[in-house]
T-cell receptor
Framework: NAGVTQTPKFQVLKTGQSMTLQCAQD?????MSWYRQDPGMGLRLIHY???????DQGEVPNGYNVSRSTTEDFPLRLLSAAPSQTSVYFC??????????????FGNGTRLTVT | AQKITQTQPGMFVQEKEAVTLDCTYD???????LFWYKQPSSGEMIFLIY??????QNATEGRYSLNFQKARKSANLVISASQLGDSAMYFC????????????FGQGTRLTINP
């Protein structure tokens, strides 16, 4: 099973460039989310989706857009990259909304550097 | 709002000793869950253990156990007989059974096992 697949693994951008981080899962999970991980800050939620066509903001949404046109895919768009967006990004999904104990399945992360 | 606090930024333990990683949480939800994840230096997030707020027994998974004290709102991870491979970052997270924003993470504890 592929699980949660994130691409690319590494990316370097210049300030002002745009890009899309891809996330796909093959587990038919309703819930998908994007986190960023910064030293000393843990994982902070950027955006999440509880199903196709439904997205909402997390803790740190500014500078990022998402869409959920299918159950499988949840891309994260950086419209105009800034050095403050240098971070490691994780996509994660979970099944069984409301079912306790279902672990969050993580992708392997994307290390983004904005110069 | 949900909040997770991990007060130990770093811990150093001798191999084969037991170690306790602290986690306290704040929530107004009656039904919730608590997760622990391990992040080795390779970067992936590995699910370790889950405790539901209504579970009467403390969760155990092999060498991992969770010391759940609901009244104190603490969910400490205990690793018995530590091994060199346990060196990693450890994250505590609270899961909302109700509501769409599912998981909130603590800042993490970096555990180093010395030979």
């Amino acid at each position: 099973n592929a699980g949660v697949t994130q691409t690319p693994k590494f990316q370097v951008l210049k300030t002002g460039q745009s890009m899309t981080l891809q996330c796909a899962q093959d587990m038919n999970h309703e819930y998908m989310s994007w986190y960023r991980q910064d030293p000393g800050m843990g994982l902070r939620l950027i955006h999440y989706s509880v199903g196709a066509g439904i997205t909402d903001q997390g803790e740190v949404p500014n500078g990022y857009n998402v869409s959920r046109s299918t159950t499988e895919d949840f891309p994260l768009r950086l419209l105009s990259a800034a050095p403050s967006q240098t971070s490691v990004y994780f996509c994660a999904s979970i099944s069984g909304l409301g079912v306790p104990g279902s672990p969050l399945h993580f992708g392997n992360g994307t290390r983004l550097t904005v110069t | 709002a949900q909040k997770i606090t991990q007060t130990q930024p770093g811990m150093f333990v001798q191999e084969k000793e037991a170690v306790t990683l602290d986690c306290t949480y704040d929530t107004s939800d009656q039904s919730y869950g608590l997760f622990w994840y391990k992040q080795p230096s390779s970067g992936e997030m590995i699910f370790l253990i889950y405790q539901g707020s209504y579970d009467e027994q403390n969760a155990t998974e092999g060498r991992y156990s969770l010391n759940f004290q609901k009244a104190r709102k603490s969910a400490n991870l205990v690793i018995s007989a530590s091994q060199l491979g346990d060196s990693a970052m450890y994250f505590c997270a609270i899961y909302r059974v109700q509501g769409a924003q599912k998981l909130v993470f603590g800042q993490g504890t970096r555990l180093t096992i010395n030979p």
